[in-house]
């Protein structure tokens, strides 16, 4: 088995954050540039998935080509935060955009206690991470689905003119 101290093991647990920050930044800077937010969601997503599910089949036995994989996954899960949150106001009106990213907040703190709930769940049941890294593959995959067919809302058709703006005849 691999044998490591405290700190290479830290290390190691710090290296895919490092990429995450590396990847939010780049996409943001990508995304920003080009004004495709979509663009610069789905495909990080998409790579994560194939990232989980690759590092699922190769197993514990192949430990190096298994950790990077899941560096790639990390980076690649945390990179599209700061497109999409900016997709949130530019697809709906102006007086729903707050609720919605309160909601989309509230969902993804929900999702996380969730999530953990279920990794720690299929971990324990199954002896072995495999059954979780197919969950979030599947989960990011279904993100991506979701992302793509995601069509743009009333804030980017013209606005109805306000009936009140109306100057009366005299």
Not at 76 to 99: D, K, S, T
Not at 134 to 152: D, E, N, Y
Request: glycine share 10%.
């Amino acid at each position: 088995g691999l044998q490591m101290d405290m700190v290479e093991a830290g290390w190691l647990s710090a290296l895919p954050y490092l990429a995450a920050v590396i990847g939010m930044l780049v996409v943001s800077w990508g995304s920003d540039k080009l004004q495709k937010r979509k663009r610069f969601v789905w495909p990080p997503l998409l790579i994560a998935s194939i990232a989980f599910y690759a590092s699922y089949v190769l197993g514990a036995e192949h430990f190096w080509w298994s950790y990077t994989l899941l560096v790639i996954a990390g980076a690649c899960m945390y990179a599209p935060y700061g497109p999409f949150f900016a997709i949130v106001p530019e697809i709906l009106p102006a007086n729903v955009a707050g609720g919605a990213m309160a909601l989309i907040n509230s969902m993804g703190a929900l999702g996380s206690f969730g999530g953990s709930y279920l990794v720690g769940y299929l971990n324990s049941s199954t002896g072995s991470p495999g059954a979780s890294y197919l969950l979030m593959s599947g989960a990011l995959l279904l993100s991506v689905v979701l992302t793509i067919f995601l069509k743009p809302g009333a804030s980017d058709r013209t606005p109805a003119p306000n009936p009140e703006l109306k100057v009366k005849a005299a």
